[in-house]
């Protein structure tokens, strides 16, 4: 079974359940015919969000037609879509009100739509600032809507993920035994929800390829390490977290880095002996902690076996970015690519294409998500 972790979902109709003024509205336009993916016209229509009268987010049908998605899943050789909230319309900086009803809208809506359809999971968007709410809608996302994983922007207020007051989440999480995936909306470590005073970092001034070339995985590894040496992956070894959009070329870098700055380690410098005084060890090895992260490639990663050489126990997982169109996004020449790569071993790619992914999200061959329906 073939399993696209990385697809973008905004069904339309969702903010038709949601009765607060401020929700805004959406324009849709037919297609100009000028969205083109490997030589092909993509077709379908335009939808433009507005809140405020102020333009929120524009895209493509792909973004809300299942039967569109699915012929583009055919294309590509998936038989399964992950499907995550899209970002932009669902910022953690909405009114909080407005927030708590647009999330449970979402997964009203979501859970809806796939209902009895295997070829897609459905992922709950919670309003993260509200942590007692989203205990409650979590839940009811899992539990009655069938909702197979949580997303993610980032950390809560004015911290990353190692924030305490997230602790009830992971709880809660863990005893639904589901993944939270995460997928930044600002994708640099300074524009990150969670450090709102750093927003209007000029550091990327001029180079708008930046934040999406660079922030995913400079955000991941900050927030990865420190969801380790915080001991937070000690105190929740069950959960799991899926990481989208930044490639998988520095996990093993960033697994010798984090176990050569140990206090354990005879050649560390006194500089990190130092900054470990006072502070509770962690159980394990650092890079011991990258079981509980699946991480997702992009198929262009050609060096993917020399990544996997550096971890051989790794979760790579896959996934295409449908509908964007942005480098990340390979739709419809994801699969053919890593199953075309020479040094890869066959066992890998199949762990690559499916197998982990599989194991994220707790399926079997013969589970819920079998073969991709004609």
């Known amino acids: 079974m073939y399993i696209d972790g990385d697809t973008h979902y905004w069904p339309l ?33 335009t939808a433009t969000y507005y809140r405020d009268g102020n333009k929120v987010h524009s895209f493509k049908e792909g973004r809300w037609s299942l039967s569109l998605r699915a012929e583009y899943m055919k294309k590509d050789g998936f038989d399964v879509q992950v499907l ?47 942590i007692k709410e989203s205990l409650k809608e979590l839940r009811r996302s899992v539990k009655d809507l069938g909702l197979k994983a949580v997303k993610f922007n980032g950390g809560w207020g004015d911290g990353d993920l190692d924030n305490e007051v997230l602790f009830p ?6 005893d ?30 001029g180079y708008q390829h930046f934040p999406t070339a660079l922030g995913f995985s400079l955000t991941y590894m900050v927030s990865a390490a420190r969801l380790i040496f915080s001991g937070v ?60 992260f699946y991480i997702t490639a992009v198929s262009w990663e050609s060096y993917l076996a020399d990544t996997i050489n550096g971890w ?33 071993s066959e066992e890998d790619k199949e762990k690559v294409l499916g197998g982990n992914a599989m194991r994220l999200f707790g399926m079997s061959e013969n589970g819920a998500a079998a073969k991709m329906k004609t």
């Open 169 to 174: 989440l992971y709880e809660e999480t863990a």
């Open 84 to 130: 995550i909230p899209d970002n932009r319309p669902l910022i953690y900086e909405l009114n909080a009100e407005l927030g708590r009803q647009l999330a449970r809208a979402y997964n009203d809506t979501v859970a809806e739509d796939i209902q009895g359809d295997d070829r897609f999971i459905g992922v709950a968007w919670i309003y993260l600032p509200d």
């Open 233 to 292: 992956l000690d105190r929740f070894p069950t959960l799991k977290f899926g990481l989208f959009e930044g490639g998988i070329g520095w996990v093993p870098w960033l697994m010798h880095t984090m176990d050569a700055h140990m206090p354990s380690e005879a050649t560390v410098s006194i500089a990190v002996r130092q900054f470990f005084v006072g502070k509770k060890v962690i159980q394990k090895k650092p890079s011991e902690y990258l079981s509980q």
């Open 13 to 45: 109709r969702f903010l038709d359940k949601v009765k607060h003024p401020g929700k805004g509205y959406i324009k849709l336009d037919e297609d100009d015919g000028k969205y083109v993916r490997y030589g092909e016209v993509v077709p379908g229509s």
């Open 176 to 205: 639904l035994d589901i993944p939270i995936l995460l997928h930044p909306a600002a994708r640099t470590f300074e524009l990150q929800h969670s450090h709102p005073w750093l927003v209007g970092s000029e550091r990327f001034q």
């Open 312 to 344: 051989p126990n790794h979760n790579i997982i896959i996934g295409s970015d449908f509908d964007h169109g942005d480098a990340v996004a390979t739709w419809s020449r994801t699969v053919d690519v890593i199953k075309k790569m020479p040094a890869l």
